[in-house]
């Protein structure tokens, strides 16, 4: 796939999986509203109200949101339903200001994951073999340049095999600390039973995200050591044993 620098904003030379981003649009993409809107009835009133019942612990959203212009949503990461799970717990609101960063050669694969990805996520790609760091300046930038930004990521990098939260990856802290962000912890309990890795499709039953507090800008293995001092009051066996833990990266 052809490289792209993150930093042109001539309309005409960017690459389609950019289109949505609004610094680059320079206006309000009626059509992508219109998509959200439909896919957030699709996802609260009929997917996660009859297949998965999902049940959101903490202090409430809209209380965030008017003290919270732009926060990084970290979560634990163990299936594809993560992303969307967050999102359906997110008043529909909120969600023009709402994105998610998103694995390019997954989300942006093909036609009709790009669409989706595009106009139902909000998603920005990231490129997970990207040795340049352009994926890093587009997410800086809209942190910085955007006047509110809700950005969901997943520190642990990739989605864990065992359900067990992995090190975090220092990228999130780079974007935390680089643009004086704060981080808002949550945390998905029963992801992994509904849909784990290699599972062509999720199953129904009940999914709990609890939202914890938001931790201020800081070195990764201080978010890490918060995150988990948190997680642990909620679930004791969501990290693997000390001797099993991997080195940050």
Same mark, same amino acid.
């Given at each position: 796939?052809? $490289? ?11 690459? !389609? ?11 309000? $993409? ?27 612990? #903490? !202090? ?10 732009k926060l990084i949503i970290i979560s634990n990461h163990a299936s594809h339903l993560d ?21 390019? $050669? ?36 809209l942190l910085t340049e955007l006047p509110r930004m809700w950005l969901i990521i997943f ?6 095999? $065992? ?34 890795? #290699? ?18 800008? #800081? ?13 642990? !009051? ?16």
């Amino acid at each position: 796939m052809k $490289d792209w620098n993150y930093e042109n904003e001539q309309w005409t030379k960017l690459p !389609t999986y950019l289109k949505h981003l609004p610094l680059f649009t320079r206006h309000i $993409d009626f059509f992508s509203v219109c998509m959200r809107f439909l896919w957030s009835l699709i996802l609260k009133n009929i997917l996660y109200k009859f297949y998965i019942r999902l049940e959101v612990r #903490g !202090t409430p959203f809209s209380e965030i949101y008017k003290t919270q212009p732009k926060l990084i949503i970290i979560s634990n990461h163990a299936s594809h339903l993560d992303a969307v799970s967050i999102a359906a717990s997110i008043p529909r609101r909120y969600w023009l200001n709402l994105y998610i960063a998103a694995a390019k $050669d997954y989300f942006f694969s093909n036609p009709l994951f790009m669409f989706f990805s595009q106009h139902c996520l909000g998603a920005i790609p990231i490129d997970r073999k990207d040795r340049k760091g352009e994926a890093i300046n587009l997410i800086l930038k809209l942190l910085t340049e955007l006047p509110r930004m809700w950005l969901i990521i997943f520190p642990e990098g990739t989605r864990s095999k $065992d359900g067990k939260i992995q090190e975090f990856k220092r990228g999130v802290s780079i974007f935390s600390e680089r643009t004086q962000t704060p981080l808002l912890f949550t945390y998905l309990d029963g992801v992994m039973e509904l849909w784990p890795k #290699g599972q062509s499709m999720p199953r129904p039953g009940k999914l709990i995200l609890h939202v914890g507090p938001v931790h201020p800008p #800081g070195p990764i293995q201080e978010v890490y050591a918060a995150y988990k001092s948190w997680v642990m !009051t909620i679930n004791p066996d969501a990290f693997p044993a000390a001797t099993e833990e991997k080195p940050h990266e």
